[in-house]
């Protein structure tokens, strides 16, 4: 009989998974006859599966994304030119986050660029990654909170380490120069080293412009495209169903992939 006790020491040792899994092996009776070694053997392997799945778990909360249950297994392709799966499941598949490299989503508005970049976000976290979602146009304020708090030199660090961080909405509203200054440090921290996604319906050549210090925008422009892979939207809008056109963005010489893509099934639409 399974001694309650080691059920009761091994959850307190947080070890849930084998818990769950010892208390299964003793009501199923094929498992009685397998040898100790192997029994062990399925103990540990649940106990890391559930670990995993945990693991996820955190990730994915602390991840804060916009669409929450965006997943690239739930884009389909209809209507909005600029990628498809496969390019879509190229780009998830490859190795462009352990290669720090910037990806640039752009279009129109409800094109879906911020549901495909949280997307590909919840996928590196079921990979184990960490990520994290910021709005542009809201991150001056937040940046103003957590210098105000002395707390930004820790959370800049903290986002040094982040895998994948996705920029939302870049190139709407102005910045001010304690906000280009942080965005340079958030940048410079990342390149080379760490992945950043960004949506934007401002054209790159326009971004220069945007950052207005001449040269806090020619530092920042250089690490983003160091190593960069861009993609342009085009088609029907997911909110007005009216087909929109964006001003031209001039397209990556590493990224001749072009397609369609269409409403994720049963996702908040962008």
């Known amino acids: 009989m399974l001694n309650h006790l080691t059920l009761a020491q091994l959850r307190t040792l947080k070890l849930n998974g084998f818990a769950d899994a010892l208390q299964q092996q003793s009501e199923q009776a094929d498992c009685l006859h397998l040898s100790f070694d192997e029994r062990l053997a399925l103990l540990v392997e649940r106990e890391v ?11 994915l ?3 804060q994304l916009k669409y929450t249950t965006a997943t690239l297994e739930d884009a389909s392709f209809e209507g909005i030119r600029g990628m498809d799966r496969a390019a879509l ?3 998830a598949l490859s190795n462009w986050v352990e290669r720090g490299e910037t990806v640039t989503l752009a279009g ?3 094109l879906g660029k911020t549901w495909l970049a949280c997307a590909l976000a919840q996928y590196a976290c079921r990979q184990g990654r960490s990520a994290l979602y910021l709005r542009v146009p809201r991150l001056a304020e937040e940046l103003r909170l957590l210098h105000g708090a002395g707390s930004f030199r820790r959370w800049l660090q903290q986002l040094a380490k982040t895998d994948v961080v996705v920029l939302d909405d870049w190139g709407m509203g102005a910045l001010d120069a304690s906000t280009r200054a942080d ?8 390149v080379g080293l760490r992945a950043t996604i960004i949506t934007h319906q401002l054209p790159i050549e326009h971004w220069h412009a945007w950052l207005g210090d001449p040269t806090l925008a020619d530092a ?3 690490r983003l495209m160091q190593n960069c892979r861009r993609f342009s939207l085009e088609g029907e809008s997911r909110r007005t169903g009216r087909v929109v056109r964006p001003r031209a963005v001039p397209q990556s010489s590493n990224n001749d992939l072009q397609g369609d893509i269409e409403t994720p099934k049963g996702a908040a639409k962008p």
């Open 49 to 59: 599966y559930a670990r995993d799945d945990r693991k996820r778990v955190r990730l």
């Open 108 to 110: 129109a508005t409800g």
């Open 183 to 190: 965005l340079l440090e958030i940048i410079d921290d990342r």
């Open 220 to 222: 920042i422009l250089d």
């Open 89 to 91: 499941m190229g780009l």
């Open 61 to 63: 909360q602390k991840a």
